[in-house]
């Protein structure tokens, strides 16, 4: 039921660089919502788009920042890697903006800073 | 702030036991509430939600919730464990727009 694909899986990056992370929304769906899931705790909001704007953020510094294009999938910029950027980022899609939709996640990309 | 709290990091259970994985939330308004089953390598499956009517609420794979707002708990349960129900539970709360808010997760191990 899914839909909603990320790339790459795996990342390993050093301290310092830049790192892109894609992912693809379910068919149909508008929102995509970032989230990260570091080892051993539940996913945090990073932040939402919905219809290629920026819809609310959670407490994450501006060095992460995201994209999302007219056919809304969407991208997640990291800056300046620090060794806690290490997680499982996670993205998740909804049909529409709203407080009855829920989530659709992909399977995550691994990324880990060295 | 808005929180939600997983008492238990791990249990373990035998096969065909009952289950019970408890959740508390801190919200000020009416939450929202959602269980989400993760196997590992995977993203995250909803399990069932509750927005409000009926406070028990049937969710896939044979599980079940009941919201009780004087305590502001949302424990799943399951009759009958499976094997294949081992994985991390996630539960989780949002006020509706876009943020929802994820507890720490419980890690269920199933023993045959």
């Known amino acids: 039921e899914t839909g909603v694909t990320q790339s790459p899986t795996h990342l390993i990056k050093t301290r310092g660089q830049q790192v892109t992370l894609r992912c693809s929304s379910q068919?149909?769906?508008?929102?995509v919502s970032w989230y990260q899931q570091a080892l051993g705790q539940g996913p945090q909001f990073i932040f939402q788009?919905?219809?290629?704007?920026?819809?609310g953020r959670g407490n994450f510094p501006p060095r992460f920042s995201g994209l999302q294009f007219p056919n809304y999938s969407s991208e997640l910029n990291v800056n300046a890697l620090e060794l806690d950027d290490s997680a499982l980022y996670l993205c998740?899609?909804?049909?529409?903006?709203?407080?009855?939709?829920?989530?659709?996640f992909g399977s995550g990309t691994q990324l880990s800073v060295l | 702030a808005q929180s939600v709290t997983q008492p238990d990091i791990h249990i373990t259970v035998s096969e065909g036991a009952s289950l019970e994985l408890r959740c508390n939330y801190s919200?000020?308004?009416?939450?929202?509430l959602f269980w989400y089953v993760q196997s590992p390598g995977q993203g995250l499956q909803l399990l069932l939600k509750?927005?409000?009517?009926?406070?028990l609420v049937q969710g896939i794979k044979g599980f079940e919730a009941e919201f009780k707002r004087s305590q502001s708990s949302f424990n799943l349960r399951k009759p009958s464990v499976h094997w294949s129900d081992a994985a991390e539970y996630f539960c989780?709360?949002?006020?509706?727009?876009?943020?929802?808010?994820f507890g720490t997760g419980t890690r269920l191990k199933v023993l045959a």
């Open positions: 998740a899609s909804s049909p529409a903006q709203g407080k009855n939709e829920k989530l659709f």
């Open positions: 068919s149909g769906h508008n929102t």
């Open positions: 788009y919905y219809r290629e704007e920026e819809n």
């Open positions: 919200y000020g308004a009416t939450p929202y």
């Open positions: 509750y927005f409000s009517g009926d406070t």
């Open positions: 989780a709360v949002t006020s509706g727009t876009y943020k929802y808010i």
